[in-house]
């Protein structure tokens, strides 16, 4: 997998292979097609992991990129946790992963991350939740004058460099024990901070390109990741 020459967008045959699993969404019907999932989304998901790995490396050699598929690397598992869940559904209906940085586990670290579906695919940069340790030492870095301002000035980047989107705040009202007339006060009602660009259309996800499209738009969104990773240093110490 680690011959990036190979990637050369995600096949229309996959898309529509996601579409066909929403609506049949069972053990059966997916047993009789995991050939075609694993020619058609998981070949090609493991390769634009590899592809787009090396460019991130760029940013941070300690970018975790593994291209691994039992959900220890970059990739999500396509089985659904349905333990606690109304809905029993087994498969997920996306191909997604985070390519984290740290030493805690990948959903709870600084992470560039994708989502693909049928519908085209969603990118972030950040942390969708923040654990609670991780909550701790955020909120500190807020208040924390050096790291607060490097943190508006992370936003402030982002923001420049194009429509992106920021997390909304979580919490109704700033926490208790926290100055609710602090300039960045408002910073101190997320739960989690990420940014997302518009999503990628389908015919984008298809193409060779699509691993330069997304290597760009996390370029642009890297402060707010870089800047996160400062704080799990916190935590980590």
Same mark, same amino acid.
Request: net charge negative; hydrophobic share 40%.
């Given at each position: 997998m680690d011959d990036v020459q190979t990637f050369s967008g995600f096949p229309a045959e996959g898309l529509q292979l996601l579409k066909d699993l929403a609506h049949n969404n069972n053990?059966?019907?997916f047993a009789a097609r995991k050939q075609a999932?694993?020619?058609?989304?998981?070949?090609? $998901?493991?390769?634009?992991?590899?592809? *787009? &790995?090396?460019? #991130?490396?760029?940013?941070?050699? +300690?970018?975790?990129?593994?291209?691994?598929?039992?959900?220890?690397?970059?990739?999500?598992?396509?089985?659904?946790?349905?333990?606690?869940?109304?809905?029993?559904?087994?498969y997920k209906t996306n191909i997604s992963g985070l390519f984290w940085e740290g030493a805690a586990k990948k959903t709870e670290s600084p992470a560039f991350g994708f989502q693909l579906e049928t519908s085209g695919m969603g990118l972030m940069?950040?942390?969708?939740?923040?654990?609670?340790?991780?909550?701790?030492?955020?909120? $500190?870095?807020?208040?924390?004058?050096? *790291? &607060?301002?490097? #943190?508006?000035?992370?936003?402030? +980047?982002?923001r420049e460099a194009g429509a992106y989107s920021l997390a909304e705040a979580h919490y109704k009202r700033v926490p208790s024990g926290y100055d609710a007339a602090h300039p960045r006060a408002e910073l101190l009602r997320y739960n989690g901070l990420y940014a997302s660009p518009p999503r990628?259309?389908?015919?984008?996800?298809?193409?060779?390109?699509?691993?330069?499209?997304?290597?760009?738009?996390?370029?642009k969104m890297a402060p707010i990741q870089r800047w996160l990773v400062k704080v799990g240093q916190r935590v980590a110490a």
């Open positions: 053990r059966d019907w999932y694993q020619s058609y989304l998981l070949q090609p $998901a493991q390769t634009f992991v590899a592809a *787009l &790995g090396i460019k #991130l490396q760029t940013i941070s050699p +300690a970018i975790h990129t593994n291209t691994r598929t039992d959900g220890t690397g970059v990739l999500m598992r396509i089985y659904r946790d349905t333990r606690f869940s109304a809905d029993k559904s087994p940069a950040g942390i969708f939740t923040f654990p609670p340790p991780f909550l701790t030492a955020y909120r $500190a870095a807020v208040m924390d004058e050096r *790291l &607060g301002s490097e #943190l508006e000035q992370a936003l402030g +980047a982002v990628l259309e389908p015919d984008q996800v298809t193409r060779p390109e699509l691993v330069e499209i997304c290597f760009d738009h996390f370029q």
